[in-house]
């Protein structure tokens, strides 16, 4: 199978070629992107030799190109988001993983969905901007869409093999989607006024990319996941539930009319969904560690705390209100993440700049790409100019 990694400098992208390098027989690797760390890049061509390596500026594209001709590696080297959309429909590939993060994903994994690959799709931020968009491309393409996130990918497993959207027909109640509570869980709320960008990327259980950690630790990834599961699975607002579970061992739950409970578990490792999606319907190895319940001992459920994580039900509030909320949301947790990330913002001032966006921007359709693109831009600036009002620029 020939594979376009999008994002294979982040955590995702790493863990990718880690399951890819354990199957040369079966993968081979024909583009890699990277936004800046071109040092990693380079030493992943120089592994993987791919045709193509993508970065995002010429300067990078020259240090990059320096570097390979060292190694004299003959990897073609492009650069700027035509290239991102270039790799990811290039005619000769069958599967692309989508793991840039945040908006920037959109364009290229859209390319890849219109162009008929097998899209792995760990960037949840492209579906939740342009679920509708995105999911009638794929139909029209038809698209085999696996999803990458654990919890998607649990629920993927425990739903019928002939799932098509229908959960009624399939007599499926509820999904399930599980939540660590993050780094923050316990913490009294009073100590959430002094969190650091440090403690809120220290993730209990999961490595990842400072965005997703950060969303973890406020609980909009559950949030963003709901919204992700509801393009995903066709599930309405009301029939998908989150659960804090704070071992991460079971990665989500498809609760069925008869009351039979279907779940996923495994160690808490991106590689399992990523070799799952990459081999489906086969199954290889990962490198994953096998499963110790002697280990693991117990497993604990509670009810997410609305007060603890407001960010959850902005969501099922930006889900609920449909058009261009879920897109303008996301916008607005991203400059809310860099601004805190930037010590530009408290921890608890995220879901207050996500409410007021989301109030400030008003509703609109979103039937096209360009239309998503523009909710995004109106989010961002939205977010902006609140962040500046409220005084939390210091750049
Ligand atoms: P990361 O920050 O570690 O890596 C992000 C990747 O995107 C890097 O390769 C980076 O170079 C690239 N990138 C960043 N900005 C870019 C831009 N403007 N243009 C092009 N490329 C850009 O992130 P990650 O943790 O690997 O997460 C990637 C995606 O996967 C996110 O959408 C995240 O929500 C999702 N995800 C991650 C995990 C995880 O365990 N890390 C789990 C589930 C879902
Ligand atoms: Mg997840």
Redesign the pocket.
Known sequence: MKLTI??????????TLDVVARHPDRFEVVAL?????VELLAAQCRQFRPAYA?V?TATAARELVALLRDASVRTEVLHG?DA?TGVASLPGVDAVM?????A??LP?TLAAVRAGKRVLL?????LVMAGAVFMGEARRAGTLLLP???EHNAVFQSMPGDYSGDMARCGVRRILLTASGGPFRTTPLDALTRITPEQAVAHPN????????V?SATMM?KG?EVIEAHWLFNAPAERIEVVIHPQSVIHSLVDYEDGSVLAQLGNPD?RT?IAHALAWPQRIDSGVAPLDLFTVGRLDFERPDPVRFPCLDLAYRALRAEGNAAAVLNAANEVAVSAFLELRLPFLGIAGLIAATLDAVPQAALPDLAAVLEADRQGRAMATEILLRQGGSSS
Not at 33 to 37: F, M, S
Not at 98 to 102: K, L, M, R
Not at 122 to 126: D, G, L, M, R, T
């Open positions: 999008l994002g294979a400098t982040g955590s995702i992208g790493v863990s992107t990277g936004h800046g760390q993508v995002g988001p991102l989508a793991a840039i993060v945040g920037a994903g290229p760990a960037n949840k931020e492209a990458i996130d654990s999961w490595v990842m990319g400072r965005k997703i950690s969303d990834n963003l991106m969904p």
